[in-house]
């Protein structure tokens, strides 16, 4: 069933607060893929803006669906392609979060929370490494399949958006976004959020679609050579609903208002599976040594 959109007009960056003047137009997204033809593609289209001041890129006008559920109600099978959905830890990240657990010098277990825990497999990473796992997940059946897969009581994985979701100041050690931030219709109100419920010396981790990605600048350029003025950038109306690309900057800007620091901040390759592995290949030296691989990974630092 098709849905219903309302949009939105964007009067300033979600991040550092600039005024439309700022954003710079990048090009439209069509609600499908544009594929290898895109002249011959017919869809919905909304405009993709950057902030000049933060390296935000989102859409202008924002589209909005009636329910969250319009984009999610699926099986956690469905929606994840690899093994995210039976939660299976990948050694690197697993490495990655005991490398954290290092950082908090606290009596016990570091009290965690995991925004959006999807599948489950990061919070099976985090309680591998020693932190005592809180969250919340909005879309039933994959809290469903969270706690199938974590085996937590239920009252430690609640049926709730950021928006709703309610815990007092000063709660948590350590936030986790995962690769959350990017489906969120106002990050920089979320990260405010987790700001608060965060004790102070407290880190939040991220990991985000990066807005200097080599990849998806050759894919615009090749939009531009077939004479049309689409870009890659986000997926507002389809699968998988991201919303914003961000930079170092983002955080920066928005750190100074909310009152972290970043850090550390990494720019990870990644791996596009709707790319040819052999362009790829050719490419992960060149992003490995400019910064501009497909994802971006930080830990931000409540002062």
Not at 82 to 111: I, K, T, Y
Not at 137 to 143: A, K, S
Not at 156 to 170: C, F, N, V
Not at 215 to 224: D, E, K, P, Y
């Amino acid at each position: 069933m098709a849905t219903s959109y309302s949009f939105h007009p964007v009067a300033l960056c979600n991040m550092c607060g600039a005024l439309p003047e700022t954003f710079h137009v990048l090009g439209t997204r069509l609600n499908r893929s544009q594929g290898r033809d895109p002249r011959h593609v017919r869809g919905a289209a909304v405009t993709i803006v950057q902030c000049r001041q933060c390296d935000l890129i989102f859409p202008d006008p924002q589209p909005v669906p009636a329910s969250v559920l319009d984009h999610y109600d699926m099986p956690g099978e469905e929606y994840w392609q690899d093994n995210r959905a039976e939660a299976v830890v990948p050694p690197l990240m697993q490495a990655r979060f005991d490398a954290l657990r290092s950082r908090f010098d606290v009596g016990g277990q570091p009290v965690a929370l995991d925004v959006g825990v999807g599948s489950g497999f990061s919070a099976l990473a985090m309680m591998n490494a020693g932190f005592d796992v809180h969250g919340f997940e909005p879309i039933p059946q994959f809290r469903e399949l969270a706690l199938r897969t974590l085996g937590l009581p239920e009252d430690r994985i609640r049926l709730s958006g950021i928006e709703d979701a309610d815990y007092p100041a000063e709660s948590f050690d350590f936030v986790n976004f995962g690769a959350v931030l990017e489906h969120l219709y106002d990050p920089g109100g979320s990260l405010a959020t987790a700001v608060r419920w965060l004790r102070p010396g407290g880190r939040i981790m991220l990991e985000v679609p990066s807005a200097k990605w080599l990849i998806a600048r050759l894919i615009n350029g090749f939009f531009r050579l077939k004479g049309t003025n689409y870009v890659t950038h986000t997926s507002p109306m389809h699968s998988p609903f991201h919303l914003y690309e961000f930079g170092e900057k983002s955080f920066q800007r928005n750190g100074e208002k909310l009152g972290y620091s970043v850090e550390t901040l990494n720019i990870e390759v990644g791996v596009d599976t709707s790319m040819p592995m052999s362009l790829q290949r050719l490419l992960r030296p060149v992003m490995a040594r400019t910064g501009t691989g497909m994802m971006l990974e930080a830990v931000l630092l409540k002062r």
